[in-house]
């Protein structure tokens, strides 16, 4: 059996789960400045949009997804990310703000590109990748090709095992459905079978949230914060039908052994998206790990001790 349908679920579940926080009509949303979008055309021709904030050492966000965007967690936490970095919020190409391609190129090659060109335009030496979620494989990828551009990482609850994290995701998914409605589960069925039942039946008794955030209320707060918001899904709906899914299955981890740069791991205890153990594959020689409560969105969950991690980790990079 195929994993991409399987994965296609993943996706669709991390791009847009938010979408399921179905916020009440008196949850507030968090009071940001008006951003200044700004665009750059790739040498392929796309026009990818991204936003700055904050100030100090330039720091990329690499959007989770595919396709999520960028722009919900901007909104949410770029206050006290900015407080640390020049926070640098690219929607990648079919994703958010951002067009689409039109020749349908969203190889994992292609947006690691893509980040190299944003850049050097605007003549950045070294940044700061700041994965999250299906971003820790695209920045991973990165990091290895362009080492010498990134002068540190920070991974935020980041994949860098897509079947390793849809491995997690099923089995935990599974116990959050109702007992009383749930089919039986054949554990030794292959994984895509299991993942996409699972997912089906999280959406279908609306429990995705419950994957995603501890809390309710963060989750009332992400959904009235992605209303109105540019929605572009060509990335995950062309990655899934095209078969440019394939590089993004490769476990990034064994690469990590050969990138020296500072790296700070942010891992919530409860995050079954990504596998609660998964940060332990991690082979970065520089690494420190920091664990916090709660789960997929730590950055909104835990800001306080994010906040501290991030204070505690940035003059290691001035050391470079």
């Not at 994703?95 to 605007?122: C, T, W």
């Not at 991690?282 to 789960?295: S, T």
Request: charged share 15%.
């Amino acid at each position: 059996m195929s994993p991409i349908p399987a994965l296609a679920a993943l996706a669709l579940c991390l791009a847009a789960a938010p979408v399921f926080a179905q916020a009440p009509a008196t949850a507030a949303v968090d009071a940001t400045p008006a951003r200044q979008v700004n665009s750059v055309t790739t040498s392929d021709g796309v026009a990818l949009a991204y936003t700055q904030s904050g100030q100090g050492i330039p720091c990329l966000f690499v959007h989770g997804g595919p396709g999520a965007g960028s722009e919900v967690v901007e909104t949410l936490a770029g206050e006290m990310l900015g407080k640390h970095f020049r926070m640098i919020w690219l929607d990648q190409r079919g994703s958010g703000r951002s067009a689409g391609d039109p020749q349908k190129n969203y190889a994992l090659e292609r947006v690691v590109q893509d980040m190299e060109e944003l850049r050097s335009n605007l003549k950045i030496d070294k940044w700061v990748l700041m994965p999250h979620s299906f971003g820790g494989i695209i920045a991973t990828a990165y990091a290895r090709k362009h080492p010498h551009r990134v002068a540190g990482m920070v991974l935020m609850n980041s994949i860098l095992s897509l079947p390793a994290s849809m491995e997690s995701t099923a089995s935990h998914g599974y116990t959050l459905l109702p007992a009383n409605a749930r089919p039986p589960m054949d554990p030794a069925a292959p994984l895509p079978q299991r993942f996409g039942m699972v997912m089906a039946m999280l959406g279908q008794t609306k429990q995705t949230g419950r994957l995603m955030y501890g809390d309710p209320a963060l989750e009332a707060r992400v959904g009235a914060a992605m209303k109105g918001l540019a929605a572009n899904r060509d990335f995950a709906a062309t990655l899934f039908s095209s078969g440019a899914i394939a590089p993004y299955l490769e476990d990034m981890a064994p690469a990590t052994a050969a990138l020296t740069m500072p790296v700070l791991v942010v891992a919530g205890r409860e995050d079954h998206v990504v596998g609660v153990e998964h940060y332990r594959s991690f082979r970065f020689p520089r690494q420190q790990v920091v664990q916090v409560a709660g789960r997929h969105f730590s950055m909104l969950e835990q800001p306080q001790e994010v906040d501290k991690a991030l204070a505690g980790f940035v003059p290691t990079l001035a050391k470079q």
